[in-house]
C-alpha cells in the first residue's frame, strides 16, 4: 500500500547510506500507469532506479548501474 514502507526497501536503502537524487522524470504511460525514473549518485557512481505504479499502486521497481558501466561480456582487443 501507498505510505507504508517495504521491509526490503533498497532506494530507501540507498538515501540512507550516502547517495543522492540528482535527477527525477515521471512518465504517464497506457491506463493511468506512471513510470517514476530516478537518478541516484555517490560520488563517481550513478544508479538508475524506476518505478512502475499504477495509481496508489506499486508494479515494479527496478535498479541500473550506469556509471561505471558494468562489466557484463569481455571486450575485444
Avoid: C, N
Avoid at 501507498?2 to 526497501?9: H, K, L, M, R, V
Avoid at 540528482?22 to 513510470?35: E, K, L, P
Avoid at 527496478?62 to 575485444?76: C, Q, V, W
Amino acid at each position: 500500500m501507498a505510505g507504508e514502507q517495504q521491509q526490503d526497501d533498497k532506494l530507501s536503502r540507498l538515501l540512507s547510506s550516502g547517495w543522492s537524487i540528482v535527477g527525477y522524470s515521471t512518465t504517464m504511460m497506457a491506463a493511468g500507469t506512471m513510470t517514476h525514473s530516478v537518478l541516484l549518485q555517490k560520488e563517481h557512481v550513478l544508479i538508475s532506479a524506476t518505478i512502475v505504479a499504477e495509481g496508489d499502486h506499486e508494479i515494479g521497481r527496478a535498479f541500473t548501474m550506469l556509471a561505471p558501466a558494468p562489466d557484463t561480456k569481455k571486450r575485444r582487443p
